[in-house]
């Protein structure tokens, strides 16, 4: 089994626990229940601080996903993207300009194992009980033939989060755009493709 890494040391206690966990399927792949269960766990963690929850933010998953295929796939463990890329650049590339935050970590097998690693960690705990964070995006990779096989990504934001994209629609009705969509499509009558 690899050994798990933060870009931060954690306690003995964390690697024992979590070397005696099961071996995951050798397929690659990312995994939203994985993804989904970090967020539950962080927004318990804030819970027992006193702190409100963050919601699940489409565009910080979709740059938080990127990243841990990425470092997956390229062989690499850093804050800043494999090609050299500075970290922001990469968030904001997804997340327009406002506070952001991440952690990372590699080899850690479960949701609640990385949770724990970060918790473990001074600067990453920090980021997880920021008070101005307003969304979440988790990424987590799954690569068998990669040094890690596991790879997480947590990115932070201050914005108000963007709904899921199937939501959308619901967001447009409720605020009356999608039938003035509507509408302008009528009146530009049928599109042609080429």
Do not use: K
Not at 119 to 144: E, F, K, Q, T
Not at 174 to 193: E, F, I, K, V
Request: negative net charge; contains cysteine; charged residues 10%.
């Amino acid at each position: 089994m690899p050994v798990q890494r933060l870009l931060a040391a954690f306690p003995a206690a964390v690697l024992a626990a979590t070397a005696a966990l099961p071996a995951v399927a050798q397929a690659d792949y990312f995994s939203a229940e994985f993804e989904g269960a970090v967020i539950e766990l962080v927004n318990l963690e804030r819970a027992n601080a006193g702190l409100g929850a963050l919601s699940f933010d489409s565009r910080l998953q979709a740059a938080a996903r990127a990243h841990a295929h990425d470092m997956a796939s390229n062989g690499c463990f850093s804050h800043n993207s494999c090609d050299g890329g500075v970290w922001s650049e990469r968030i904001y590339s997804y997340y327009p300009l406002a506070g952001i935050g991440e952690n990372i970590a590699a080899g850690y097998s479960t949701a609640a194992a990385v949770v724990a690693g970060w918790m473990d960690s001074a600067g990453h705990r920090a980021n997880i009980l920021n008070p101005d964070w307003l969304g979440i995006g988790v990424g987590y990779y799954y690569l068998g033939s990669s040094d890690y096989r596991h790879y997480w990504v947590q990115n932070f934001g201050t914005l108000a989060p963007v709904p899921e994209p199937h939501a959308y629609a619901m967001l447009l009705a409720g605020l009356g755009l999608l039938g003035l969509a509507a509408r302008r499509r009528a009146a530009a009558g049928p599109s042609h493709a080429a």
